[in-house]
C-alpha cells in the first residue's frame, strides 16, 4: 500500500513511535514561529528552560496581532521580542512586514517540511506542501530547543477536487464548501490531503485560503501536493531552488473521501457565530450590511485584492458601509501601490488599515450595536469581533466587494467587472529590509507587564471543590480567554485572568480565586467541541492560575487539549455524554483516586451535591500522563542540550 503525503512527511520527521493511526508519535520540527499574541510567552517559557540559542533550523518571531499600541504594554512587549530574537537566534519580523502566515507563506515555508506555530492558522502554510502545526507556546518553545513535537498519528482524509471555479467563485468558497460538510467539531486528529485534477487549478496563495481555514474544521493540518505550481509561486518569490515535488502515492489509501465538484459551486458565507454555519450568498441577498472587512491570514494575497479592486473600480461604497482593507503583508502593499490598486481602492471609498490581524481578533473596528458586519477572515465566533450585538458573516473577497457597493449581501456573480485576467504575477517584489536577523549582542528588555510564566503544583491525592462554571457546547478559546483590547495583558498573568470567560460570566475569576483561597481545587464542566478556535494556551494558563484543577466535558478540541495537559489541568470527558446534564453549576466534586486513575485513564466523579458517582475518561499521551502527574511540563522538562 503506498503512502500519503501525510505519512511521507511524517515518515521523513519520526523521532519516536511507531507510525499507526492512532498512535502516539514524536516528530523532528524544522520551522518555528510565533506571533507578538502568543510569542511573550512562549519566549518567557524558552528563557525558563535555559538554552542558550534555538536549536531547530529556522524560528521566526512576528509581531501582527497587538500593533494597536494604546498604553506601554504592546510596545513594551515588542521591545522584549526584538531584544530576545536577538540574544536566542531568531528572526524578528518587526511590526508593518505583515501577518506572519502571509509573510511566512511568501518568504520561508518550504515543501515537506514540518512547521509548528503558536497561532491556530499555522496550517496555512500547508498550502505550500508543509506539515505545518499549531500548538500552544510551551510546545513552541520546546520545539526550538530542539524537543521532539508530540501528536497522535492521524487520520487522512481525502478531499478530491474536480473541474474549475467559474468567475466569482473563490477558494473561500472552497472551504466553506468543506466546511459545510466537515463541520467544526469531531475532526480531531485528523488531516486534510487535497487530491485531484481541480488541484492543478488553484495557485499556492488559492491552497492557502483553503488550508488556513481547515484549523475551523479542528483537524490537525491540511495538505496540498508540491506541484509546478508551487514551483512557479517559489519561483515568483525567487526561492525556486527550494522547490522539491511532493505527491501522494497513486496507490495511496486514505480512511475517509469527499468530492467537491469546483465548477458546480456557488458562493457561500458562514452565518453567525460559527464558521460551519454555512449558507449560499443567494439565501442572504438583500439583508443590509454596514461593515466589509477584506484582509487577515485567509484572503489578503495580491490576488485577492486585485479582484476586490477589479469589483470596486468606477464604483462608490454604499453611504451605508464602512469598508476597511488590510493587506496580508508589506509586500503585497507595495505592490498594490504600485500598480495603481491602492488607488481604485481609496478612490471607491475604502479605508486602508495596516498589514496586521487587526480586525480579525477584534483589536480594532468593531462593528456598531447590532450591525452585520461582512468579512474574509476566518471566524466569527460570538463577540470576537468586539461588539457582542454584531452579526458577522465570513465571505470571499468578491462577495465582499460587491456587497460594500451596493449596502446589501449580493451575489458576486452579479458584478459587471472583468477579472478574468487576474493571475497570480510571475515575479512578486521582495523586500526582506523588515526581518531583523540575530546578531547575539542585545541584552533583553522587560517592560514592567512583563512577569514570569506560572507554574502548577503537582497533581495532589484529593481533588474536590465545586463545578465553578458549567458551560454549553462550542465555547471557544475567544470565550475562555477574550481577545480584542484585552489581549495587551497576556505577560501580566494576573491581570490578564481577571477576563477568563468574560463574555460568558465576568464574576468567574472572583468565585474561583475564592476557591483557590480555600484550598478548593476549581472544575469547569462543559458541552462538546470546548476550546475549540486559536491555539492561545492562556485559555489554560489563566484558569490554571485561577485554582481550575480539572475540566470534565463532553469533547475538547486537539490544541486546547494539549495545553491543558502543558499547565497541569487534568482534561476528561464523560464516559456517558447525557451526564454532562446532571451536574449543576456550585454542585461540590471530588475527583476519587486522581493520582491512581492516571495510568487507566478511567476517572471516577463523585458530585456530593447529587450523590452521584460519574464516569469519566482522560485520552492522553503518556508523556501528558506524566506531566499532568508533575503539574505541567514546565515541572517535568530539564533541557538536556
Known amino acids: 500500500m503506498g503512502q500519503t503525503l501525510c505519512y511521507k512527511i511524517l515518515s521523513s520527521h519520526l523521532v519516536e513511535g511507531k507510525l499507526e493511526k492512532g498512535k502516539s508519535i514524536s516528530i523532528r520540527i524544522d520551522q518555528t514561529l510565533t506571533q507578538d499574541a502568543t510569542g511573550t510567552m512562549a519566549y518567557l517559557e524558552f528563557e525558563a528552560l535555559g538554552v542558550d540559542r534555538v536549536k531547530n533550523e529556522l524560528a521566526v518571531s512576528y509581531v501582527d496581532h497587538n500593533t494597536v499600541q494604546v498604553?506601554?504594554?504592546?510596545?513594551?512587549?515588542?521591545?522584549?521580542?526584538?531584544?530576545?530574537?536577538?540574544?536566542?537566534?531568531?528572526?524578528?519580523?518587526?511590526?508593518?512586514?505583515?501577518?506572519?502566515?502571509?509573510?511566512?507563506?511568501?518568504?520561508?515555508?518550504?515543501?515537506?517540511?514540518?512547521?509548528?506555530?503558536?497561532?491556530?492558522?499555522?496550517?496555512t502554510a500547508g498550502g505550500m506542501c508543509s506539515f505545518a502545526v499549531g500548538a500552544g507556546g510551551l510546545d513552541v518553545a520546546l520545539a526550538m530547543a530542539g524537543v521532539p513535537f508530540s501528536l497522535v498519528a492521524p487520520r487522512v482524509i481525502e478531499i478530491r477536487l474536480k473541474g474549475k471555479l467559474r468567475p466569482?467563485?473563490?477558494?473561500?468558497?472552497?472551504?466553506?464548501?468543506?466546511?459545510?460538510?466537515?463541520?467544526?467539531?469531531?475532526?480531531?486528529?485528523?488531516?486534510?490531503?487535497?487530491?485531484?485534477?481541480?488541484?492543478?487549478?488553484?495557485?499556492?496563495?488559492?491552497?492557502?485560503?483553503?488550508?488556513?481555514?481547515?484549523?475551523?474544521?479542528?483537524?490537525?493540518?491540511?495538505?496540498?501536493?508540491?506541484?509546478?505550481?508551487?514551483?512557479?509561486?517559489?519561483?515568483?518569490?525567487?526561492?525556486?531552488?527550494g522547490f522539491v515535488p511532493l505527491y501522494p502515492d497513486e496507490d495511496a489509501e486514505y480512511d475517509d473521501s469527499y468530492e467537491i465538484d469546483l465548477s458546480t459551486l456557488e458562493p457561500l458565507a458562514a452565518c453567525p457565530h460559527s464558521p460551519g454555519n454555512i449558507k449560499s450568498v443567494k439565501e442572504l441577498e438583500g439583508m443590509a450590511v454596514n461593515q466589509v472587512l477584506i484582509g487577515s491570514c485567509t484572503n489578503s494575497s495580491y490576488t485577492d485584492l486585485k479582484k476586490a479592486a477589479a469589483i470596486l473600480s468606477g464604483h462608490h461604497v454604499a453611504p451605508t458601509v464602512s469598508l476597511g482593507i488590510a493587506p496580508g503583508s508589506r509586500a503585497v502593499l507595495m505592490m498594490i501601490t504600485e500598480d495603481g490598486t491602492l488607488e481604485t481602492l481609496i478612490k471607491a471609498g475604502a479605508r486602508i488599515l495596516e498589514s496586521a490581524c487587526g480586525f480579525c481578533i477584534g483589536n480594532h473596528q468593531s462593528p456598531g450595536t447590532d450591525s452585520v458586519s461582512l468579512r474574509t477572515s476566518n471566524r466569527n465566533f460570538y463577540a470576537r469581533s468586539g461588539t457582542q450585538s454584531a452579526n458577522l458573516y465570513l465571505v470571499s473577497p468578491e462577495t465582499a466587494a460587491i456587497s460594500a457597493i451596493t449596502g446589501v449581501f449580493t451575489d458576486p456573480r452579479k458584478s459587471d467587472a472583468d477579472i478574468s485576467s487576474i493571475r497570480m504575477p510571475d515575479k512578486f517584489l521582495v523586500d526582506d529590509s523588515m526581518f531583523i536577523h540575530p546578531t547575539f549582542s542585545l541584552d533583553i528588555k522587560r517592560g514592567p507587564n512583563i512577569g514570569q510564566p506560572p507554574m502548577n503544583t503537582a497533581l495532589p491525592e484529593k481533588v474536590e471543590g465545586h463545578a465553578v462554571i458549567k458551560v454549553g457546547d462550542k465555547i471557544t478559546t475567544d470565550h475562555i480567554m477574550p481577545a480584542g483590547a484585552r489581549l495587551k495583558y497576556r505577560s501580566n498573568i494576573p491581570r490578564y485572568a481577571s477576563f477568563v470567560f468574560e463574555s460568558v460570566d465576568p464574576s468567574f475569576p472572583q468565585r474561583a480565586l475564592e476557591a483557590k483561597e480555600k484550598g478548593e481545587s476549581g472544575f469547569i464542566i462543559a458541552g462538546s467541541s470546548y476550546g475549540q478556535g486559536s491555539s492561545r494556551e492562556h485559555a489554560a494558563i489563566c484558569p490554571m492560575y485561577l485554582g481550575i484543577r480539572v475540566v470534565v466535558a463532553v469533547s475538547i478540541e486537539r490544541i486546547h487539549q494539549a495545553n491543558l495537559c502543558n499547565f497541569g489541568i487534568l482534561p476528561l470527558l464523560f464516559e456517558n455524554e447525557n451526564d454532562y446534564e446532571l451536574i449543576e453549576q456550585g454542585d461540590e466534586l471530588e475527583l476519587l483516586d486522581p493520582v491512581s486513575s492516571l495510568a487507566s485513564g478511567n476517572f471516577t466523579l463523585f458530585d456530593k451535591s447529587k450523590g452521584k458517582k460519574i464516569g469519566l475518561k482522560l485520552f492522553a499521551s503518556e508523556e501528558q500522563k506524566k506531566m499532568l502527574l508533575l503539574g505541567g511540563r514546565l515541572n517535568e522538562v530539564k533541557y538536556e542540550g
Open 71 to 123: 498604553g506601554f504594554e504592546n510596545a513594551d512587549d515588542h521591545e522584549y521580542l526584538r531584544t530576545i530574537a536577538d540574544k536566542k537566534g531568531i528572526i524578528y519580523s518587526r511590526a508593518g512586514n505583515g501577518i506572519c502566515h502571509q509573510v511566512h507563506l511568501e518568504r520561508f515555508a518550504l515543501s515537506g517540511k514540518t512547521l509548528l506555530g503558536s497561532d491556530s492558522h499555522t496550517p
Open 168 to 241: 466569482f467563485v473563490s477558494p473561500k468558497d472552497v472551504i466553506l464548501k468543506v466546511l459545510s460538510h466537515f463541520g467544526v467539531k469531531g475532526n480531531v486528529n485528523s488531516v486534510f490531503e487535497y487530491t485531484g485534477d481541480g488541484v492543478k487549478t488553484l495557485t499556492v496563495p488559492d491552497r492557502a485560503t483553503i488550508a488556513n481555514m481547515g484549523a475551523e474544521c479542528g483537524v490537525t493540518t491540511s495538505l496540498f501536493p508540491s506541484d509546478e505550481n508551487t514551483k512557479a509561486f517559489l519561483d515568483a518569490e525567487g526561492r525556486g531552488e
